[in-house]
């Protein structure tokens, strides 16, 4: 083309030339041109920082950084950074910290703090933090970071080693309870790590989607003539051209595929054809000329519109997805008798997932008949039915190839471009990638549902609590989604972990012209908690006593009944919580912890703590059938291979399944490999939501593990002459007395008598009943306590979380650093749900159409994180392990927004905190 440029430049101490356009970007040149695909992309805008490279020993954002500005310069990637014989301290260092959680950002995190580190070999936090403060982690670890960043420094200046934090296996164990980095952590540091827009093939096109950019409208008429005709355009798809099911949906099939001529747009991120193309650039042209008229509906923007008998009506029957109901006692009753009651509202708003790695399929048709499709999911097999589904084909014709996932807090569970990819393949019959960019991104996937609640409460003037009422409407946009499960959850959890004789609860799941609502972390509890937490402290202010003293007064312990008549029978560990992060709080403070402080230096500052307690079901429960199916197979060489589709999205599964094989087994943990995902090799492990995967995969590879060690205690032992139970494992050997012999010796006997050294497994979580029918919905419920102290200013009406207090019952800690990494990131993002995230949707218009508009905590945000671990196994949880994932933060936004009135007087009854709102408030004295 007679616009390409020679371009010379030197990349991790290599020459380069090559030619490029003035529109190319570093990042392209580096990742599709040089194949160094450790640079990610994850916003496009130069916002999220994970992009980042060296020019000349400083950091750019290769996204916005023309390829042309390189010109003669040295550029180092994520991929230069080690020398050829070892890593960089800092890689080093951010692998024993913990720093590395889905691994996304970790390239522009690290390269970010080597530029730093070049020119500031000794750097106090606070320089830490202002050289990161643009460089994103959606999973939040910055404390990790900044220590990991600490520890190099100290290694780049003295060459004393790397050492990070250590722990002490579980008493009586091998492996479990010890301090274990991730497997995938070293990929993850180096620019190793594929995920799935760094792959290629042969031949591959590129796959884009019109979308309908209106939020409620009838298709008149679509005109894909022009598109087909342009240079590099290969396939154009519309409605008609789907073989099989045109709707797709993980519970209720109401999300179309595409919207055909004649049928109803219901959001604007509504697919209306698909085009696929030998360059992105291409298809965008073509998405260009393409002709799309529409007839405008009126707009249903939020659930309590869309309850409204003149609402208009968004599907066949009705804006009502569902109508979920909790009933306990007589709460009429409960409030006649309360000598205080109260009754107050809150709003919550909808929210945005954010992940660091933007959606992206890759659909390969097999000469077999057969499609694969690459993909970060998180229910592959829910995937493989959908796409199937699609096609018009048999399941077993549909592979689904789990990649790593650069987060997902229950945004990707849901379809996105992974039928798309899969038709447009199908119509071509060559590989192609549909990758969304930021944009699309926000417009499409289903978000955290905005709610309304309104809570009614009764109780003694003692603090008992006699009653609770609750009224929800959750918006779950346009179609179902997650929205009946995740409204369900915000129902039972809705009166809080307390014991209360008299419940009622009604909540409706609307659909409106909103993009869908689904999953996300917390799934439903976060807004419920917010409410009821509120109002328990509304509840002790009026009666003059202590926050703490009312909450564990009312606390559930065991032997109790929830709130849905579920009895309580062990692992109930919220009374420790709270006792723990009093005493750690006492320990702080001299005095009413929950009093304003004036800040001597800051006469419009003031200063107070907040607290606030949660719990959250591990497992599907409601009736659900709950299972996972794994493998564990042993190889000739001695190592172990533990399989099953259940997805790692940074919370550190593959390391607690890697634990759990090498403490039954007694092989070594670097000799025990984890596949993950693959629809044709790992057995399904369920859905990775619900905080569920250490409970129930975990128990599969469990259970696999201890019946292949029978299994092969039993070989060894025909060979020994001696009973299997004098045979022992450990260290890779079985050992009867002084005799010992290699694993894999063990496993070339089983094969060489026509046994397969390997164990399958199908764990069934324990049975649960369906929500009404007074039995057990859940099989397991993790708790929490939190205290935040806040810092406001009067005058701005800003908002600093200064500390935050954490103690959350995880039955067993199987991994501590995967744990606290957990912790801090949910801390983290609950500040998030507090103080700043909001996507803000006008009359069905998404105004939060660009990672610049949605404002989500950076490392300058982080506070001091104490996290304290409370221990209340549960016996049928892998080693007493229960979920962790969601409960640690739930109770995080109430205690931020109960210490900002203990701090200033006003109580926040909508999130997130408005800084003007607050300020007239301030002015007016009043509360929102």
Not at 160 to 181: D, F, H, N
Not at 677 to 691: I, Q, R, Y
Request: hydrophobic share 40%.
């Amino acid at each position: 083309m007679s616009d390409l440029v020679p371009l010379s430049l030197t990349v991790n101490g290599v020459e380069v030339h090559l030619e490029c356009g003035p529109a190319e970007m570093l990042a392209d040149v580096l990742r599709v041109r040089l194949g160094l695909t450790g640079t990610k992309v994850g916003c496009g805008e130069a916002e999220c920082g994970a992009c980042t490279v060296l020019v000349d020993d400083l950091p750019v954002l290769s996204c916005s950084y023309p390829a042309l500005k390189a010109q003669g310069r040295s550029v180092v990637t994520i991929e230069g950074l080690a020398s050829a014989d070892a890593m960089h301290p800092l890689q080093q260092a951010f692998i024993v910290y913990g720093a590395v959680q889905c691994g996304y950002c970790i390239p522009g995190q690290i390269m970010t703090a080597a530029a730093l580190l070049r020119h500031n070999p000794d750097p106090a936090p606070h320089e830490i933090r202002e050289a990161l403060k643009d460089t994103l982690c959606r999973c939040a670890g910055y404390l990790r970071i900044e220590q990991a960043i600490q520890a190099a420094a100290h290694n780049l200046r003295t060459g004393e080693p790397v050492a990070g934090p250590e722990a002490a296996a579980w008493e009586g164990g091998r492996v479990i309870g010890s301090t274990q980095p991730r497997p995938d952590a070293r990929a993850k540091v180096t620019g190793r790590a594929v995920f799935t827009d760094d792959l290629a093939f042969v031949g591959m096109l590129h796959g884009r989607a019109l979308r309908a950019g209106v939020p409620h409208a009838v298709l008149k008429r679509l005109d894909v003539s022009r598109a087909r005709t342009l240079p590099g355009v290969r396939a154009v798809l519309v409605a008609e051209d789907i073989p099989g099911d045109r709707n797709h949906g993980l519970v209720v099939r109401d999300w179309p595929v595409l919207v055909g001529v004649g049928e109803r747009v219901r959001t604007v991120g509504d697919a209306v054809a698909l085009v696929a193309a030998d360059t992105r650039e291409a298809a965008d042209r073509a998405l260009e000329v393409i002709q799309a008229d529409y007839e405008p509906l009126p707009v249903v923007s939020d659930p309590v519109q869309a309850r409204c008998s003149d609402a208009p009506r968004l599907h066949r029957d009705g804006n009502l997805l569902k109508h979920i109901k909790v009933r306990k006692g007589d709460v009429d009753q409960g409030l006649s008798e309360a000598q205080v009651v109260l009754e107050r509202t809150f709003h919550t708003p909808i929210t945005e997932h954010a992940f660091m790695e933007p959606e992206c399929s890759v659909a390969r048709p097999l000469a077999n008949g057969r499609m694969e499709v690459y993909v970060g999911s998180q229910i592959p097999y829910a995937d493989r039915e959908q796409i199937a589904a699609s096609l018009g084909v048999p399941q077993e014709s549909v592979r689904v190839i789990g990649m790593l996932i650069g987060g997902g807090f229950g945004g990707k569970e849901d379809i996105t471009g992974q039928i798309h990819a899969a038709l447009l393949a199908r119509a071509t019959g060559l590989p192609v990638k549909v990758l969304y960019d930021r944009h699309e991104s926000l417009l499409v996937h289903a978000k955290r549902h905005a709610t309304q609640i309104r809570v009614t409460l009764g109780a003694r003037r003692d603090g008992t609590l006699l009653a609770v009422q609750t009224e929800l409407h959750g918006d779950t946009g346009a179609y179902a989604s997650l929205g009946d499960k995740v409204m369900t959850r915000a129902t039972t959890h809705s009166a809080g972990p307390y014991a209360v004789p008299h419940v009622r609860a009604d909540c409706y799941a609307m659909y409106t012209n909103n993009p869908p609502a689904g999953a996300f972390r917390g799934f439903g509890v976060t807004q419920s908690c917010f409410a009821i937490e509120s109002v328990m402290d509304e509840l002790a202010a009026d009666l003059g006593m202590d926050p703490i003293d009312l909450r564990r007064r009312n606390a559930l312990r065991v032997g109790m009944k929830t709130n849905t008549g579920q009895r309580l029978t062990e692992s109930v560990g919220l009374v420790d919580c709270i006792d723990r992060v009093e005493a750690e709080l006492r320990r702080r403070v001299d005095g009413n912890p929950f009093l304003a402080r004036s800040v001597p230096e800051a006469p419009m500052r003031r200063r107070a703590w907040g607290f606030a307690v949660a719990y959250k079901n591990t497992g599907l429960g409601g009736g659900a059938p709950d299972k996972a199916g794994a493998q564990v197979e042993l190889h000739e060489d001695g190592s172990l291979e533990v399989r099953t589709a259940s997805a790692e999205i940074g919370q550190g599964l593959v390391t607690v399944l890697q634990m759990i094989a090498s403490e039954e087994m007694g092989v070594p943990l670097e000799r025990v490999r984890v596949l993950l995902s693959d629809t044709d090799l790992t057995p399904d492990g369920g859905p990775t939501t619900a905080s569920r995967q250490t409970f129930v995969a975990g128990n599969a590879v469990l259970h696999a593990a201890r019946n292949l060690r029978l299994a092969a205690a039993a070989t060894a032992a025909e060979r020994f002459d001696c009973p299997p139970g004098d045979v022992r494992f450990v260290e890779g050997l079985a050992q009867v007395g002084e005799r010992r012999v290699p694993l894999g010796t063990i496993a070339g006997w089983m094969r060489a008598e026509g046994r397969q050294p390997r164990s399958d497994y199908e764990y069934w979580a324990p049975e649960t009943q369906p929500l009404g029918s007074g039995g057990d919905i859940h099989f397991a419920f993790s708790f929490a306590a939190q205290a935040a102290e806040v810092e406001v200013d009067r005058e701005t009406g800003e908002v600093r979380v200064l500390q935050v207090i954490a103690a959350n019952d995880v039955g067993r800690a199987l991994n501590p650093l995967g744990l606290q990494g957990q912790v801090e990131g949910g801390v983290m993002m609950g500040i998030g749900s507090a103080l700043t995230e909001e996507f803000i949707v006008e009359q069905g218009v998404v105004y939060t159409d660009r990672l610049a508009r949605y404002r989500m905590p950076s490392i300058v945000h982080t506070p001091e994180i104490t996290s304290i671990v409370v221990e209340h196994p549960v016996s049928s949880g892998p080693y007493g392990a229960k979920g962790v994932g969601e409960i640690v933060s739930i109770p995080t936004p109430p205690a931020i927004t109960n210490a900002i009135f203990n701090a200033c007087g006003v109580r926040v009854r909508r999130l997130p905190v408005d800084q003007d709102w607050l300020v007239r408030q301030l002015a007016e004295g009043s509360a929102r």
